[in-house]
């Protein structure tokens, strides 16, 4: 979403008068409580295929460099993978396909969806497929199950994706990399010697990845900043946000909410059972950090923004009458997919409709500053030609288990997470309408409306 608003404020900026309108916003924490209606109509469309979410899991999402240090992606994808075998007892061969999503691959194992899947004992026969789409990636993964699903090729697909930070390939620049290769293709002892001889101290200085649009060269925490700026979000408000982010996971943790964690028993290592960055603080010592991006004047800060994490994610997309045929009671219909204002005008809801909102927190500003523009007339007629605003989430239902900023944000595993948190959340709460939502880098975004199974 930070990286879409930014796409929209380029071509338009905000003057400091139009970005004083949008004023400041109160986080109170919010209630686990039971409020939604439980008589709406339901989005089924006859003539047309339900598709439903049967279940998910993920592993514990850890702090990058900590208990998984030494595993590679396809070693936390696996996992995700059995822990949903085991948890549903889903034969193997009742899966047509499997699609992940990645964001920062592993060379030696670019696709790794296929490299988790043949792990986890699926068949060679079962094909599998990787994709990237930044932060929506496993939105991605998900969207291509029920796309196959809906158009008839499958009808049971199995959709996750993974991060590993603690472990990014780090290249040798590009005037190293091109000498190696000419001394892999050198023919004769004088011309190793003399591509040897060429090479200077230069040539040795690496290439770090960096979590940065290749076509601006900006840091998604540097889009942040700027876009906190543009709307007015203060730092105290990203602090506050941060700071119910970490307490709603904690309470959810030590609620038992979380049940998609599964626990995984790290090779040489103990199980890891819980996610390990839910951290509450207090606004004193949050008031403390300095500017992480945009030094000195900056406000996105360690604490408001997600932290570089490992992770794997899997979910299970059946059609429903496959599904019931194998005696699997659904956890939810997967509605459409599209970004917010247009999956509730495409599934004909408004945003008294939804029950349950799950949005990605990749920064608290980034959150805000969404919030914030969703509830402006100016912007939507200026920037969504739309005549009125969208409206802004109700907080008592918005991210009651914490979210990104606590839980941890491995790239390509977050979108599976929020679809099963609400499918979870609906069900804990008796609510019938839920709806995702997530940014990614490149001014892209990811919506979908998932609607509670009957109980």
Known sequence: MASMLLTSLRSSPLTSVQAAQFG???????????????????????????????????????????????????????????????????????????????????????????????????????????????????????????????????????????????????????????????????????????????????????????????????????????????????????????????????????????????????????????????????????????PAFIKPHGTVTAANSSFLTDGASAVLIMSEEKALAMGYKPKAYLRPTYATPKVLEKSGLTLNDIDVFEFHEAFAGQIMANLKAMESDWFAQTYMGRKTKVGAPPMEKFNTWGGSLSLGHPFAATGCRLVTTVAHRLQKEGGQYGLVAACAAGGQGHAMVIEAYPQ
């Open 24 to 290: 400041r916003m109160s986080w109170v924490s919010a209630e686990l409580t039971n409020t939604s209606p439980k008589s709406k109509k339901t989005l089924a469309k006859p003539g047309v295929k339900n598709i439903v979410l049967v279940d998910g899991v993920r592993t514990p999402f850890l702090q990058s460099g900590t208990t998984y240090a030494d595993l590679m992606p396809h070693d936390l994808a696996r996992a995700a993978l059995q822990g949903l075998l085991n948890r549903t007892g889903l034969p193997k061969d009742a899966v047509d396909y499997i699609v992940y999503g990645t964001v920062i691959q592993e060379v030696k194992t670019s696709n790794v969806a296929r490299e988790a899947a043949l792990g986890a004992g699926f068949s060679d026969k079962t094909p599998a497929h990787t994709v990237t789409m930044a932060c929506i990636s496993s939105n991605q993964a998900m969207t291509t199950a029920v796309g196959l699903i809906a158009a008839g090729q499958c009808d049971a697909v199995v959709a996750g994706g993974v991060e590993f930070m603690s472990d990014v390939p780090i290249r040798h620049s590009r005037k190293m990399r091109k000498t190696m290769l000419s001394l892999n293709k050198a023919k004769t002892l004088g011309a190793r010697l003399s591509l040897l001889g060429s090479i200077r101290l230069a040539h040795l200085s690496p290439e770090l990845p960096a979590v940065a649009e290749f076509s601006t060269a900006e840091t998604m925490g540097h889009s942040a900043d700027r876009l906190a700026a543009a709307f007015g979000v203060s730092r105290l408000e990203q602090d506050e946000f941060a700071l119910r982010s970490h307490t709603l996971a904690k309470k959810a943790q030590d609620g038992g909410m979380l049940s998609d964690v599964i626990s995984f028993k790290v090779p040489g290592r103990d199980i890891v059972s819980k996610d390990n960055g839910i951290r509450p603080a207090t606004m004193e010592q949050l008031a403390k950090l300095k």
